[in-house]
């Protein structure tokens, strides 16, 4: 099915955009702003986008990427900005690109997270660039309901860290942790994810991104803790919406029974899959 016969999906647009802005994030990470008004208009944190590089077919298959901001600029809404880590083929070849070249990019897709009324308490699980979509929930959840989060932000080594200044900008208390022990303390982030939920006490939500073993982890924690948590993933995806069947994930109490990541998710309730 080509994009242009999935005109079903009511909100969802593909265009090529300009760049705005490219810049280092870090030692292999990129911030890319793109301008794109009527996409981030209506794009949730949680919910993603599928990116080509334009006039190649190599790679030929689109990448998903998660909003990461939204570009504000006085009442103007212009654009999105994605944070990536330059991995493989797509990304290495997007880091080339300069501002004002153009990218193709189709979004919104995906659910994204959900906020239940009046939950203060909150604390967000990154792992590496896990943190691309959190860190844009937290944003959201500063600016319309008040809350401030506490975030766990994990990685190998202290360049996997990103966006610390801004969650302690919006009032976040931060927690680190890195594997090489370089930032914060040495270990994986649900060691520190556990001991805050022994010694603070449970968060009436967790909300998690990054690799499969942080999210089983992090599981884990929600069920012996009996802590309500929603889990991103980052499955590997070919269209984004539903048709290939690339990224389905098993349902739990149905066996036989399968999601689609990218149309059901990439945010799952932990309890309703099997990872
Ligand atoms: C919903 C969603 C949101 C995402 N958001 C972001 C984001 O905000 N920032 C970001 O940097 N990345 C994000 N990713 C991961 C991103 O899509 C991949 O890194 C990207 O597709 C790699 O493309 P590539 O052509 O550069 O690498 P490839 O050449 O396709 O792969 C290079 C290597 O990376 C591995 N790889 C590729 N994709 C993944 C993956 N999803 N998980 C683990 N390993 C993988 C491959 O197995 C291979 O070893 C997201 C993934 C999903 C599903
Ligand atoms: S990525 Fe194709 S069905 Fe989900």
């Known amino acids: 099915m080509s994009v242009d016969n999935i005109s079903f999906m009511k909100e969802l647009f593909q265009k090529k955009v300009e760049i705005l802005y490219h810049t280092k994030a870090g030692s292999g ?21 599928m990116v080509r590089l334009p006039d190649r077919y190599i790679p030929l298959l689109r990448r998903p990427f998660s ?34 070249d153009l990218l193709d990019v189709l979004g919104p897709l995906g659910n994204g997270f959900t906020f ?28 319309r309901r008040a809350v401030r989060p506490t975030v766990f932000l ?28 370089s ?22 939500m967790i ?10 982890a992090v599981s884990d924690l929600a069920r012996t803790y009996d802590v309500s948590c929603q889990i991103s993933l980052e499955t590997v995806m070919a269209c984004g919406f539903g048709v290939c069947l ?5 349902k739990t109490g149905s066996p036989g029974a ?9 945010v799952f309730d932990y309890r309703a899959i099997r990872i």
């Open 67 to 100: 909003v990461h901001n939204r570009l504000v600029e006085g009442d103007a809404i212009n654009g999105i900005e994605l944070l990536y880590k330059v991995v493989g083929e797509t990304t290495q070849a997007m880091s080339e690109l300069k501002a004002g």
């Open 29 to 49: 990470y990129f911030k890319i702003g793109l301008a794109f008004p009527e996409l981030a208009r209506i794009s949730r944190p949680g919910q993603f986008v």
């Open 258 to 266: 399968y999601l689609h990541a990218c149309t059901d998710g990439p």
């Open 183 to 204: 930032l914060g303390e040495k270990g994986v982030v649900t060691s520190l994810v556990q001991k805050a939920l022994e010694v603070d006490g449970k968060p009436q």
């Open 116 to 143: 239940p009324e009046g939950i203060q308490n909150v604390f967000l699980v990154a792992g590496g660039v896990g943190v691309a979509s959190l860190y844009y929930l937290a944003l959201d959840l500063a600016e």
């Open 246 to 250: 690339g990224c389905v994930v098993e």
């Open 154 to 181: 994990g990685g190998c080594s202290a360049t996997d860290i990103l966006c610390r200044k801004g969650f302690e900008s919006i009032g976040s208390r931060v927690q680190i942790t890195t594997e090489d022990c």
């Open 207 to 216: 909300y998690a991104c990054g690799p499969t073993g942080m999210l089983k």
